[in-house]
């Protein structure tokens, strides 16, 4: 009976050792997730800030852009026949236009 007693006893010896193995692996492996979930967390957050300072950059730029269209706009009015004269331009003796050639091989037929 001593002797049953005792082997029940060392049993639980080694199933003590295996719960202590699996709680210390349990917890490392929390924890690796756990710095992993900080991880994407914190690289998420910040690609939202980065978005936002691009479209805010976007925003800027075409402001940008809308305000030299307007100051072209207003240049382009300026622009008259009698301007040009004054800059030195004259008017072209006759109009020539120009076509393009057919190719020899696939567009002969035409």
């Known amino acids: 009976m001593i002797t049953t ?3 029940k006893i060392n049993s639980f ?9 699996i709680t210390k692996y349990s917890f490392v492996g929390a924890g690796a997730l756990f710095a992993c979930y900080l991880y994407l967390v914190g690289a998420i957050t910040f690609s939202v800030i980065e978005r936002k ?3 805010e950059n976007t925003k800027n730029l075409v402001s940008d852009i809308s305000m030299q269209e307007l100051k072209y706009l207003a240049k382009e009015k300026e622009l008259t026949k009698e301007r040009a004269y004054l800059s030195g331009f004259v008017e072209p003796s006759s109009i020539a236009f120009t076509t393009q050639k057919r190719a020899v091989a696939w567009n002969a037929g035409r």
Do not use: T
């Open 5 to 7: 007693i005792k082997n």
């Open 13 to 21: 010896d080694q199933y003590s050792v295996l719960l202590k193995r």
């Open 53 to 55: 300072g691009l479209e």
